[in-house]
T-cell receptor, first 112, second 116 residues
Framework: GENVEQHPSTLSVQEGDSAVIKCTYSDSASNYFPWYKQELGKRPQLIIDIRSNVGEKKDQRIAVTLNKTAKHFSLHITETQPEDSAVYFCAASIGGSYIPTFGRGTSLIVHP | NAGVTQTPKFQVLKTGQSMTLQCAQD?????MSWYRQDPGMGLRLIHYSVGAGITDQGEVPNGYNVSRSTTEDFPLRLLSAAPSQTSVYFC???????????????FGEGSRLTVL
């Protein structure tokens, strides 16, 4: 089955800095890579996703890059703000199914 | 729309007891799923369904049963609760399950279960 590794498990930055979270996956047939944000005590919510025919996608301060050859993808957050503090999960689809397997999460802490 | 509704939000069980976590969605989504979230373990898929009458196992199905008699409802049953099933459970749905283009997951608020 699909295996998704996510690093780091904890990331602490100063407000205004950039943050990068990296993930690798094992199934070369995976074609969908979403990122979810979970604030403390809340449900996970999709913040951005990318499909395998695209190398990079941006949405305001958030960007995701995908390297299919190396089987890794990354989340980039620029100009971080305290409200970006949350747990971020990467995921990769099980084959071509769009059913995601999640990484273990990264706790991002943005210090004012 | 209420979205994805889970009940109960909190539950305490004794070892060996059974219970059902309820999940309902009003978005006419074909795909529904159950995840458990444990500290440092991410979200692990328990069972999923791509439409009424169709269910399948995920990564950690042992000790859980599901059924999908309607598009709206996807209950998760714990047959004989064990302390290892102490966790936060999330139900999630997505449109167009049977076409295998599920895309974004919409999560419920979660159900915190403690098994003593």
């Amino acid at each position: 089955g699909e295996n998704v590794e996510q690093h780091p498990s904890t990331l602490s930055v100063q407000e205004g800095d950039s943050a990068v979270i990296k993930c690798t996956y094992s199934d070369s047939a995976s074609n969908y890579f979403p990122w979810y944000k979970q604030e403390l005590g809340k449900r996970p919510q999709l913040i951005i996703d990318i499909r395998s025919n695209v190398g990079e996608k941006k949405d305001q301060r958030i960007a995701v890059t995908l390297n299919k050859t190396a089987k890794h993808f990354s989340l980039h957050i620029t100009e971080t703000q305290p409200e970006d503090s949350a747990v971020y999960f990467c995921a990769a689809s099980i084959g071509g199914s769009y059913i995601p397997t999640f990484g273990r999460g990264t706790s991002l802490i943005v210090h004012p | 729309n209420a979205g994805v509704t889970q009940t109960p939000k909190f539950q305490v069980l004794k070892t060996g007891q059974s219970m059902t976590l309820q999940c309902a969605q009003d978005m006419n989504h074909e795909y529904m799923s159950w995840y458990r979230q444990d500290p440092g373990m991410g979200l692990r898929l328990i069972h999923y369904s791509v439409g009424a009458g169709i269910t399948d196992q995920g990564e950690v199905p042992n000790g859980y049963n599901v059924s999908r008699s309607t598009t709206e409802d996807f209950p998760l049953r714990l047959l004989s609760a064990a302390p290892s099933q102490t966790s936060v459970y999330f139900c999630a749905s997505s449109p167009r399950g049977q076409t295998l283009n599920t895309g974004e997951l919409f999560f419920g608020e979660g159900s915190r279960l403690t098994v003593l």
